[in-house]
């Protein structure tokens, strides 16, 4: 079984996030939207786009989307078979959060890392 197939988004919490989003699109161009972060599309070797994204998020320093961790950071990784890699995680002893989400965005679950990292898995509904 694989277990992470890529990166599906990176979010990031900062003190001033408006201010911290205008810097990164300043500076770095990248597209910031209003919800504070872009989806930057895969393209193949000669620039034409496949399926997949990957989200880039800068979020308040005071939101809890991170707890339990306290990080400043987490991770989205894509996965195949969600429900699969959690009874292999659980089994294996990691610290598996109970909730799952299932959405219209997909499937979601969170582990937390021996450093105290909140991290996501997600597996993206059919196509993406």
């Given at each position: 079984?694989?277990?992470?197939?890529?990166?599906?988004?990176?979010?990031?919490?900062?003190?001033?996030?408006?201010?911290?989003?205008?810097?990164?699109?300043?500076?770095?161009g990248?597209?910031?939207?209003?919800?504070g972060g872009?989806?930057?599309?895969?393209?193949?070797?000669?620039g034409?786009?496949?399926?997949g994204?990957?989200?880039?998020?800068?979020?308040?320093?005071?939101?809890?989307?991170?707890?339990?961790?306290?990080?400043?950071?987490m991770?989205?990784?894509?996965?195949?078979?969600?429900?699969?890699?959690?009874?292999?995680?659980?089994?294996?002893?990691?610290?598996?959060?109970?909730?799952?989400?299932?959405?219209?965005?997909?499937?979601?679950?969170?582990?937390?890392?021996?450093?105290?990292?909140?991290?996501?898995?997600?597996?993206?509904?059919?196509?993406?």
């Amino acid at each position: 079984m694989k277990r992470v197939t890529g990166i599906g988004g990176i979010f990031f919490k900062a003190k001033d996030a408006p201010a911290l989003q205008a810097w990164y699109k300043r500076h770095l161009g990248i597209d910031v939207q209003e919800w504070g972060g872009t989806a930057f599309t895969w393209t193949d070797g000669e620039g034409k786009p496949v399926a997949g994204t990957t989200v880039w998020s800068i979020g308040s320093a005071q939101g809890d989307q991170f707890a339990p961790s306290t990080a400043t950071f987490m991770v989205n990784y894509r996965v195949e078979d969600l429900h699969a890699l959690v009874k292999v995680l659980r089994d294996e002893g990691c610290n598996v959060l109970e909730k799952i989400d299932d959405s219209e965005y997909g499937k979601f679950a969170w582990v937390i890392d021996p450093e105290g990292n909140k991290v996501e898995l997600w597996q993206p509904p059919a196509g993406q």
